[in-house]
């Protein structure tokens, strides 16, 4: 594993913690297929690296009757994951770009519940 994927990890796994609680809408920017909206406000299950599969996972849902089941995006073969905060304090909202092996991005935007 690289400097970069370790950092990865260790970086998402500290925003799922930070962000327990919060919603989540997923964002997918494709050259050949266009911009689209994979999830709205959803609520965040996890953002992680899995550096097995070299992979980005980001699974909403399976918390409650209302979302019952996780749905997880997938980004394969990641060259970049970009973490930064839209805003000052503990509640702003904090935007996730991964940039996929394909060229592809995606932007995760998590919304955290007011502390």
């Known amino acids: 594993m690289t400097e970069a994927q370790d950092t990865w990890r ?13 919603s989540v809408t997923i964002e ?16 965040l299950a996890f953002i992680e690296y899995d550096p097995k599969d070299d992979v980005v996972i980001v ?7 209302r979302y019952p089941v996780v749905l997880r995006h997938i ?30 991005h995606t932007i995760v935007t998590i919304h955290r519940q007011p502390g």
């Open 10 to 22: 260790a970086q998402l796994d500290d925003l799922t913690e930070q962000c327990a609680g919060g």
């Open 28 to 43: 997918v920017l494709d050259r050949e297929f266009g911009d689209e909206e994979e999830a709205e406000r959803l609520p």
């Open 59 to 65: 699974a909403v849902g399976g918390e409650s009757a």
């Open 75 to 104: 980004v394969r073969d990641p060259q970049s994951v970009v973490v930064d905060t839209l805003g000052d304090g503990d509640d702003a909202p904090v935007a996730v770009d991964v940039a996929g092996g394909d060229g592809g």
